[in-house]
């Protein structure tokens, strides 16, 4: 009997370590890695050709007076360097003065006949109430106001017009930048929309270049391009196509615009500069240039 119950928990205890051993594993959950885009335009190689260029500003304007006058004073030099909001020049202000002056009693006048025209309405409104006039002197008295109204309306905004004149009269730099040329002299008679200032901004500078139109295909933008100026030491600055012309111009070329990606101390709007650009596809192009923080070990080992 010993012997028989001795076989029977054998048995027992062995099929419990065979059920334990036919549950399955528990799995490690999916690893998600993150996913970070690079953009790559840069050809691994290609046919390199050099072209030449103009250093410009990317911002550029022509400044004038908005009204004609005698020039009073002039407080910028070409060259100099001005501050967004600076004055530039002035005209004399004698004749604006004067038109304002004129115009501010034209609206006094004009605001007091609109205070009678107003109280004469009210009076004979109060009296049509009490039957004291007819409907026709209620009619007249409305077109009487509506008309002095009218009247405060335009001479308003003949004041405001002849205030923006006076305002005009200061012209002042719309940007940060360098004075590229100045045409204006103290007690000079000027018109208006005369250019007076050329003003560079000096927040970012571009090259403008002609591309022949047999390889301008070849281009795209956002191709890097490296801009070298000769009279500037260590310029080889990085720059990038930001526009490309639609219709060839003179000598069969396109214009093409190149935005430089930084900017080293003297480079100024109007120096020659070379631009070396690699042209996609023919047959020495292999590819594009990935950089290294874009590649990653993989899991399995070779």
Do not use: H
Not at 20 to 49: F, H, M, N, W
Not at 77 to 93: N, Y
């Amino acid at each position: 009997m010993n012997r028989k119950i001795g076989l029977a928990l054998i048995a027992g205890a062995l099929g419990t370590l065979t059920a334990c051993d036919s549950e399955p594993e528990a799995t490690a959950p999916e690893r998600i890695r993150a996913i970070k885009p690079y953009y790559v335009s840069e050809p691994a190689g290609g046919e390199v050709r050099r072209l030449s260029g103009t250093i410009t500003a990317a911002n550029t304007s022509a400044l004038s007076f908005a009204v004609p006058g005698k020039v009073a004073t002039v407080r910028v030099t070409q060259g100099a360097r001005v501050k967004a909001g600076q004055v530039l020049a002035t005209l004399d202000t004698k004749r604006f003065d004067l038109n304002v002056s004129a115009e501010k009693s034209q609206l006094a006048s004009a605001q007091a006949n609109y205070a009678d025209k107003k109280a004469e309405l009210d009076r004979q409104r109060q009296l049509f109430k009490k039957g004291w006039v007819a409907k026709a002197a209620i009619d007249r008295a409305v077109a009487a106001f509506d008309a002095a109204a009218g009247d405060l309306n335009l001479a308003r905004s003949r004041v405001g017009s002849v205030e923006k004149d006076r305002a005009d009269t200061v012209l002042r730099a719309p940007f940060d930048g360098v004075i590229a040329n100045r045409d204006v002299e103290p007690f000079e008679e000027v018109a208006s929309g005369k250019a007076l200032f050329l003003i560079n901004s000096e927040a970012a500078l571009e090259a403008d270049l002609s591309v022949p139109d047999n390889i301008v295909s070849r281009i795209s933008i956002g191709t890097p391009v490296t801009v070298k100026v000769s009279t500037i030491a260590g310029c080889g600055c990085a720059g990038r196509i930001t526009e490309i012309g639609t219709a060839s111009g003179t000598a069969n070329a396109v214009p093409v615009k190149v935005a430089l990606l930084e900017k080293r101390p003297g480079l100024l709007p109007g120096m020659s500069a070379e631009i070396s650009v690699t042209l996609a596809g023919g047959k020495k192009a292999g590819g594009f240039l990935v950089p290294l923080t874009a590649i990653v070990p993989g899991d399995e080992t070779a």
